[in-house]
């Protein structure tokens, strides 16, 4: 690994008087400076963050070497950022970014190397979406947190400080210094397909505490944190990765509710904000999407809201922003919007040499590349980037996934899963009455780096808990012989515990839920996902929510189930009746406890 010496040699001698925090722009003559020196080029390979496939910067495996060859036209990382002078790089696990904390960590620096070792070299913005719950792209074992929701559930300010500084930390050791976290939507509509449990919640300004906290935890640990989506993607049923939603919200609307906790980042401090490839009339009734949207990204956010930080694009490979314009316009038409950054294009060679183009004709001018490099490098500075871009495989062991912070996320997924229902007091469950337990239901595809099935996790757990339980997958959608198979061992079980996901009225999960009841044995059902469930299920005795399927909410589900903690979670959104969507069968705010 380069030395610090080298670090400072190849920052061109001006580090030493780079700030390292604070919001002041007391550097800015020395940032400038180094603009002045960038070719037009390098300015605009500064506004982008792409992908790239590999564990390495410099030797990824060959498969990977083809897709990037396929997609982007180099080799390697060491390669993307000789060509393109990229100012940010983003880790996907499906691009195998993301084997193990110690090599992230040799990546990130390998990338820092790659860039540095070129001609007015800046460090690397290494981001990564690192939410926790259902989205989370760096897994065990790094410690692992509940989701927004849950959070959401959980009620506390802290609770999201601590989790932003704790993954904050973690993701720091690994030289990810950029999180595209938190979620602060508001999510209304129980149909959002998209966003869902990565909202903290229906109250706004019970978001907007959470998404401050969360903030000021993941900038306490020098990681940039990332507000999603602006103006808000809470009440949309269209996902913005296959289509393009539209917000029929009013400008009240949006002020009452969308915008409460864009502003209670902006108060915060907030490092960068990402726009939502969604259509906002009422904000500007032009057709576009707020991604490519000048009076939505600079007269509401940069205008009215205050806000100076780095603004993002979501990915520019998403439906949502693709289908009005070519992906030749689009980044072009983001910048004259007001973005600072050009997030993950499908093709960056089309993407890169359009804003080139749109310099070289006079479409955009220099001068508007120099004032997003400002904000770019302004974040980098206060990042302390310019000091040290690299992090020590001692850094690693000595932060990721300690027994402390998997202690911590343990103690806050005690404090989010939250009882719904509880007939005739049938949980706990007693391991004297119901000692032998089946676990059965849905096991979607197990979030990043936990070890999953749902089930498994669940009746493990319960296993550790001095229950004899069994594990059977039925899976999302179960046919008829699963659910026969199911209910004829559930009459071998003193008690079953079945996981929703998802659960429709048309669903085959209600016909298995409806047949396990029908046993006679006690039933108790988990929403992994969607709280939304219990209301297609009314049969059962006792219903959880836990908010995700990760293996850290489903220990405490377990523990809730067993009787070692009680339930303390509330629900952050609300439920609906199934049969008259317009009444609601639980308010924010419900929850029971033993």
């Not at 976290?181 to 229906?202: E, H, L, Q, T």
């Not at 009452?256 to 009422?282: E, Q, Y």
């Not at 959608?477 to 061992?489: G, R």
């Not at 009314?538 to 523990?559: C, F, G, M, N």
């Amino acid at each position: 690994m380069p030395s610090r010496r080298t670090v400072l040699a190849a920052t061109m001698g001006v580090t030493a008087s780079l700030a390292i925090g604070g919001t002041a722009h007391a550097d800015d003559t020395r940032l400038r400076s180094l603009i002045s020196r960038m070719t037009l080029p390098e300015k605009v390979g500064q506004l982008f963050v792409m992908r790239v496939y590999g564990h390495s910067a410099t030797a990824p495996d060959q498969a990977d070497i083809d897709a990037n060859l396929s997609e982007i036209g180099v080799r390697t990382a060491a390669e993307l950022i000789a060509k393109y002078r990229v100012g940010g790089i983003i880790y996907f696990t499906w691009a195998h970014n993301t084997r193990d904390p110690h090599q992230i960590a040799d990546l990130s620096n390998g990338i820092q190397k790659a860039s540095l070792s070129q001609p007015r070299g800046l460090p690397v913005l290494v981001a990564t979406d690192q939410e926790h719950g259902i989205v989370c792209r760096i897994g065990a074992p790094a410690t692992l947190f509940p989701g927004a929701m849950a959070i959401g559930a959980g009620g506390s300010r802290d609770d999201a400080r601590i989790l932003g500084r704790i993954s904050g930390a973690e993701l720091r050791a690994m030289g990810v210094n950029q999180d595209y976290s938190p979620d602060a939507d508001v999510n209304v509509n129980p149909a959002n397909p998209v966003i869902g449990v990565r909202s903290f919640g229906a109250d706004p300004d019970a978001v907007a505490g959470l998404v401050a906290a969360e903030v000021k935890g993941y900038q306490s640990s020098q990681v940039a944190a990332t507000a999603k989506h602006f103006p808000g993607h809470g009440d949309t049923a269209v996902d913005s990765h296959f289509g393009f939603p539209v917000i029929t919200h009013s400008r009240e609307v949006w002020e009452a509710l969308d915008a409460v906790p864009f502003r209670a980042a902006v108060k915060a401090g907030i490092d960068s904000i990402m726009t939502a490839h969604i259509m906002v009339p009422a904000l500007d009734d032009s057709g576009d999407p707020a991604t490519l949207s000048h009076p939505i990204l600079t007269g509401i956010l940069r205008g009215e809201l205050g806000y100076d930080g780095v603004v993002i694009t979501d990915s520019l490979g998403m439906e949502g922003v693709r289908q009005k314009y070519g992906d030749d316009r689009v980044p072009v038409l983001a910048l004259k919007a007001g973005v600072d950054q050009l997030l993950n294009p499908p093709s960056l060679d089309v993407a890169w040499n359009a804003v080139l183009k749109a310099v070289q004709g006079g479409e955009l001018t220099e001068a508007r590349l120099d004032e997003s490099i400002l904000r770019v490098l302004r974040l980098k500075a206060r990042l302390g980037l310019f000091q040290d871009a690299y992090v020590s495989q001692a850094g690693v062991s000595r932060t990721v996934g300690t027994r402390s912070h998997l202690a911590a996320a343990d103690r806050i997924a005690e404090r989010t899963t939250t009882l719904l229902v509880n007939e005739e007091g049938l949980l706990p469950l007693s391991r004297r009455t119901h000692g032998k337990v089946l676990v059965v239901g849905a096991d979607p595809a197990s979030p990043s780096g936990t070890t999953g099935p749902p089930t498994g996790v669940l009746a493990a757990a319960l296993g550790e808990l001095g229950f004899t339980a069994t594990a059977r997958s039925t899976g999302t959608d179960p046919s008829a012989a699963t659910v026969a198979a199911a209910v004829a061992a559930a009459r071998e079980a003193d008690a079953v515990v079945v996981a929703t996901y998802n659960v429709t009225a048309g669903s085959s999960q209600r016909t298995l839920v409806g047949q396990l009841v029908a046993t006679g044995r006690p039933v108790v059902a988990v929403a992994v996902r969607n709280p939304y469930d219990v209301a297609q299920l009314p049969s059962v005795a006792a219903y959880l929510a836990s908010y995700s399927w990760t293996d850290v909410e489903l220990r405490a589900a377990a523990r809730v189930i067993a009787g070692r903690v009680r339930p303390r979670g509330k629900l952050p959104v609300a439920v609906q009746r199934a049969d008259d969507p317009a009444q609601v069968l639980y308010p924010v705010g419900h929850g029971l406890s033993y």
